[in-house]
């Protein structure tokens, strides 16, 4: 169960197995297990962006007449390979974050209640909610769930209760423990609009049934470092609502500039500034891999990559005082898996420092190991599992420096 033999198996049946090759692996030796946080380079993307540069170079401000339909091109990328979206109804722009506040805000200017999302959710979504929540004058319920399993149908009903609601926030995988959200039956058990956060998940899990959402594109979607966000809004949807943050690129006919706003009909009324080009490209080349893949051979690898660092925690790390911090259901969780110890950081630091595996540590006491499927092997998560074995048995994370680090 635990032989090196059976995972290299593994990759020789893997379907997805020549994708890694299409990634940059600057080194070989080092497991790269936190791509939940920031995807690998596509070796693609490097060639489109220098291919980009000498397009500025060349045509300069002409280039714009190419460039200005790429929001909603990418969008629409996005939708078809990750979301199941019809085009139309994703639009690239923004952060997460902002385009949170977006469609928060312009439920808020139509539907009167409280907000409702799990005290559990990832803490820019709360910070969001808290602001407009005391800027609308709206009450803010911060609902528990299980910390493992995450929220419930069960518990969106009761934090809704028989008050009226304006919104709910969550997210379809939970950033710590990886918790998938059965994404229809909370849709039915809310009593308001549903805004689902996908950054845990677009482009690797496709949510079922929802009409709202956000997402980030640096994860799985492999678009680099602060590349821009996504925002979907279904197509019936898009006539109750409008974009609160009003700018020239949300316009109609934007460079008829004399006019007063007039917002784009649709997802497109979501735009605000310029966008990021450069960004734009990596992010569309980091779908195309998504399109490729196909979400649902991708959920798959996802369920089996877990499911066997699940088997070797069990097998190996639990009598060393590792806790599963996940769902044992490969159904129900992510790309993602979350092991729970006492000396956590110091051993996500080990990791790193003393054992050329990448992690990342999230508190109070969580080590996530990320697995992207379309670039890890099943002997990467057998190699890391074996090193953090043996540095634990050795007590290597006494021999690191226990400071605190800003980013972790």
């Known amino acids: 169960m635990t032989e090196r033999a059976r995972a290299e198996h593994l990759d020789a049946e893997d379907p997805l197995a020549q994708f890694r090759e299409r990634f940059v692996i600057g080194d070989p030796e080092t497991i790269y297990l936190d791509g939940n946080s920031l995807g690998r380079l596509p070796s693609a993307t490097r060639e489109r962006i220098a291919g980009l540069v000498d397009q500025w170079g060349a045509e300069l401000v002409t280039a714009w007449e190419e ?15 990750a979301l199941g979206a019809k085009p139309g109804e994703v639009i690239v722009s923004d952060s997460t974050t902002v385009n949170l506040y977006k469609l928060a805000a312009a439920l808020l200017a139509g539907r009167p ?13 709360r910070y969001v909610l808290e602001g407009l929540a005391s800027a609308h004058g709206r009450s803010l319920t911060l609902f528990e769930s299980d910390p493992i399993d995450g929220p419930s149908a069960e518990d969106v009903a009761r934090a809704c209760g028989s008050r009226q609601v304006a919104l709910v926030c969550l997210s ?25 956060d996908l950054s845990h ?33 279904r197509e019936d949807l898009q006539p109750g609502l409008r974009n609160p943050v009003q700018g020239w690129f949300g316009q109609a006919r934007q460079f008829e500039m004399e006019r007063a706003y007039d917002p784009e009909p ?47 925690h069990d097998a190996w790390l639990a009598p060393l005082g590792f806790e599963l911090g996940s769902r044992r259901d490969p159904r129900r969780r992510g790309a993602h898996v ?37 670039y890890t ?32």
């Open 67 to 81: 460039w200005i339909e790429l929001p909603a091109r990418v969008g629409d990328l996005i939708g078809e390979a």
């Open 113 to 125: 209640g409280a907000i409702v999302a799990p005290r559990d959710e990832f803490p820019t979504d």
């Open 266 to 312: 649709g997802v497109r009324g979501y735009l605000t500034g310029t966008p990021n080009i450069p960004a734009l490209v990596a992010i569309e080349e980091g779908a195309k891999l998504v399109a490729e893949a196909g979400i649902e051979r991708l959920e798959a690898k996802a369920q089996a990559l877990t499911t066997y660092l699940v088997e070797l």
């Open 172 to 196: 379809h995988v939970n950033y710590r423990s990886g918790a998938l959200a059965d994404t229809r039956a909370i849709e039915s058990a809310a009593s308001a609009p549903v805004v689902w």
């Open 377 to 408: 092997r099943f002997v990467d998560v057998h190699d890391a599992a074996d090193r953090l074995r043996s540095l634990v048995e050795r007590g290597e994370q006494g021999e690191v420096d226990p400071a605190w680090r800003r980013v972790t």
């Open 338 to 374: 979350s092991l729970r110890h006492a000396e956590a950081w110091p051993i996500s630091r080990a990791l790193i420092e003393r054992a050329r595996v990448i992690p990342d540590f999230r508190g109070p006491d969580s080590i996530r190991l990320g697995l992207p499927p379309l």
């Open 201 to 233: 998940s677009a482009g690797v899990l496709a949510p079922a049934g929802i009409g709202l959402a956000v997402g980030c594109t640096y994860k799985y979607l492999n678009a680099g470092p602060g590349a821009p966000a996504f925002l979907y809004v």
